[in-house]
């Protein structure tokens, strides 16, 4: 069963990456239709082709950390909303980060996916079947990577928000005695 927040997240996340695609990834698909192509790179530096196969420099540039620090950003700042909105709504941010996790690493697949159908499509001049798809297992896995040290750092700094996961954090020690003082009464009442 998933948080109360987790459609919310889905919601956002998926609209992100799809987004995502249709801006950065889509316009690569009309390199060679004879029309310039233009993109804005994530640090807000022009792309242009104009007239030009996608061998040599488009398509480094295309798998050169062009879409990475997108999606880096997407995952800074859903994890961020993930943070704020567990406190508001007083869900354990602890079941919903893992949650979020799964959802980024979705979209990053997805990307990634997209990329290399656009590649293949380029590469293939026409015919997209003759060329194997090219494998996105390292740069998906540079992603995951990013990804999880993120979620682990935030899991790391959690604070409970509940009443009774605040209560029981302030009072840790008391709860820790109680359970001694139970469980020698209980002992010493086996052995009388």
Do not use: C
């Not at 061998?55 to 480094?60: A, D, F, R, T, V």
């Not at 380029?122 to 297992?137: A, D, H, M, Q, S």
């Not at 820790?176 to 009464?185: A, E, K, R």
Request: proline share 5%.
């Amino acid at each position: 069963m998933t948080t109360s927040l987790y459609p919310t997240f889905q919601k956002r996340i998926s609209d992100s990456f799809d987004q995502l695609i249709k801006n950065q990834v889509t316009p690569w698909a009309f390199l060679n239709s004879g029309k310039p192509m233009r993109v804005t790179t994530h640090d807000q530096r022009q792309i242009s082709y104009e007239g030009v196969g996608f061998e040599g420099s488009p398509e480094h540039v295309f798998w050169s950390r062009y879409i990475e620090p997108f999606m880096e950003e997407i995952s800074i700042k859903e994890i961020g909303a993930v943070t704020k909105m567990a406190e508001e709504k007083d869900v354990n941010a602890t079941l919903l980060l893992p949650e979020v996790e799964g959802l980024l690493l979705a979209g990053v697949r997805k990307t990634f996916s997209e990329m290399a159908k656009t590649d293949q499509r380029l590469r293939g001049r026409g015919f997209p079947e003759k060329i194997p798809l090219r494998p996105i297992e390292n740069e998906f896995q540079q992603m995951k990577s990013f990804i999880e040290v993120r979620i682990q750092s935030e899991l790391k700094m959690w604070k409970p928000t509940s009443k009774l996961e605040a209560w029981y954090e302030r009072n840790k020690f008391v709860v820790w005695l109680v359970s001694i003082v139970v469980g020698l009464v209980g002992l010493y009442a086996q052995f009388k």
